[in-house]
């Protein structure tokens, strides 16, 4: 699909956000409406009472094909602080299970009057296609699909970016590790490239690198010192070991010793860059502990993050949101 059209079935007539599928041909203008009203829901978690109304009376739900514990929870908090119902969908004894095909059960949920999917599946494309089958006033927000997109992990990392460093212009950000199976990585460069950014890096081994990478808007390095040399932000990615059909690596062990973030290779970096990563970490793998929870570390902030981020994705697509008066 391309951008503009992945932007035509994520926005209404009036530009406002109905899906969120991915970063992908979405306007600088919205990324930041979005990080503006995760922003007003912050402060939400550390109120006494943890909810707002913005969807009481809603449906949420959560229809995760792939194993998630930390995205799946964060999605699940951020609709019961909408003070949505949330019904979680347990694929492995759903009736998916026994042959009824994607759209069946999709369908089935509609009828039971939901307002609202939250979708993670192995098939890249997965949200796209419910989306386009869905009810009118029905949401579908993309939890990752595939080695697609997964637009909500981007913007709880954007807008981690610019509350530790402000504005994106004049930023210099590494992406460091397996771009090639990650969506993570390509939402990323979607969302840093629009905000403006001034130089985004991805730092691999060449089999950890789609072909033709710099079409995507970044600067390949294939040595991580010099990749991370005077970079304000460090991502480090999860090796999708997973998703590897064949070997890609020598071995985790040669992997930490050539891609492996150090106190000493961070200090190639600027003195005040921060470290990021989506989870869940591999220690001794694709990042040193000392660095996980050292003072540069803000992946639990991300966490955190990704609640009010899914607070405002979730509340912009039902028009219930601060945004509801304002088009992209």
């Not at 090639?180 to 001034?198: C, F, K, P, Q």
């Amino acid at each position: 699909m391309s951008a503009t059209a992945a932007a035509d079935i994520q926005l209404d007539a009036s530009g406002r956000l109905r899906h969120f599928l991915t970063v992908e041909g979405l306007s600088r203008e919205l990324l930041v409406r979005i990080m503006d009203t995760a922003e007003s829901f912050a402060g939400v978690t550390a109120q006494n009472v943890k909810k707002v109304p913005l969807l009481r009376g809603k449906t949420v739900v959560n229809l995760f094909f792939e194993n998630s514990t930390r995205t799946r929870t964060t999605f699940e908090l951020a609709a019961k602080r909408l003070s949505a119902d949330v019904l979680n969908i347990n694929i492995a004894t759903s009736a998916t299970s026994k042959g009824e095909s994607l759209l069946d059960t999709v369908r089935n949920l509609e009828a039971m009057h939901v307002d609202m999917f939250v979708v993670r599946h192995a098939q890249s494309g997965a949200a796209h296609f419910i989306a386009r089958h869905v009810a009118p006033h029905i949401s579908v927000l993309n939890a990752g699909d595939g080695r697609h997109a997964h637009p909500t992990q981007a913007m709880l990392d954007v807008f981690t970016i610019r509350r530790c460093k402000g504005e994106f212009a004049g930023l210099k950000v590494a992406i460091v590790g397996d771009i090639l199976h990650s969506r993570v990585a390509r939402s990323e460069i979607w969302a840093l490239n629009t905000l403006g950014v001034d130089e985004v890096r991805v730092v691999a081994p060449k089999t950890l690198l789609p072909a033709h990478v710099e079409a995507l808007g970044v600067v390949p390095y294939h040595d991580l010192s010099e990749g991370l040399r005077d970079v304000d932000v460090v991502i480090m990615l999860r090796l999708q070991l997973e998703r590897m059909g064949s070997a890609f690596i020598p071995s985790e062990h040669e992997y930490f010793q050539r891609f492996g973030l150090t106190e000493r290779r961070l200090e190639k970096a600027r003195p005040d860059a921060i470290v990021m990563h989506p989870g869940p970490i591999n220690r001794g793998i694709e990042i040193d502990s000392a660095i996980a929870d050292g003072p540069r570390s803000v992946i639990l902030p991300q966490v955190t993050n990704g609640i009010a981020v899914r607070m405002a994705v979730m509340s912009m697509a039902m028009h219930a949101g601060p945004d509801r008066e304002v088009a992209a």
